[in-house]
C-alpha cells in the first residue's frame, strides 16, 4: 500500500520561501511519474510541478523560475522548493504518485497548507 506524507508547509511572507518535502512508502519514487499538486479556496485542484521516471520536469506557467521539484532516491522523497512566494501560491499542496501496472494508478497525500501573507 502506497503512503505519501507532506511537510513543509506553513506561513511564510510574501518573498520568502519554503520547501515541501514528499515521503513515500510502498513504491519507489523514482519509477513512478511524482507530481505537486494545489488547491486553493474556491478554486480547482491544479498541477503545479512534476517529475517522471527519466527525472524530466514540468511545472505550470505560474510558478516557472520560482519553484522547483526535485526527487531523493535514497530518502525516497520528493521535493518541491518554493522561492519568491507570492499571496496568490495560497492554497493546500498535494503530493501525487502516478503509475502503470495493468491499469493506471493513483495516490494522493493529505495535502499541507501553505499561506503566503504579510
Known amino acids: 500500500q502506497v503512503q505519501l506524507v507532506e511537510s513543509g508547509g506553513g506561513l511564510v511572507q510574501p518573498g520568502g520561501s519554503l520547501r515541501l518535502s514528499c515521503a513515500a512508502s510502498?513504491?519507489?519514487?523514482?519509477?513512478?511519474?511524482m507530481g505537486w499538486y494545489r488547491q486553493a479556496p474556491g478554486k480547482e485542484r491544479e498541477s503545479v510541478a512534476g517529475?517522471?521516471?527519466?527525472?524530466?520536469?514540468n511545472y505550470a506557467d505560474s510558478v516557472k523560475g520560482r519553484f522547483t521539484i526535485s526527487r531523493d532516491n535514497a530518502k525516497n522523497t520528493v521535493y518541491l522548493q518554493m522561492n519568491r512566494l507570492k499571496p496568490e501560491d495560497t492554497a493546500i499542496y498535494y503530493c501525487?504518485?502516478?503509475?502503470?501496472?495493468?491499469?493506471?494508478?493513483?495516490?494522493w497525500g493529505q495535502g499541507t497548507q501553505v499561506t503566503v501573507s504579510s
Open positions: 501525487n504518485m502516478n503509475y502503470f501496472t495493468k491499469m493506471p494508478v493513483n495516490y
Open positions: 517529475i517522471n521516471e527519466s527525472g524530466i520536469k
Open positions: 510502498g513504491r519507489l519514487v523514482s519509477i513512478a511519474a
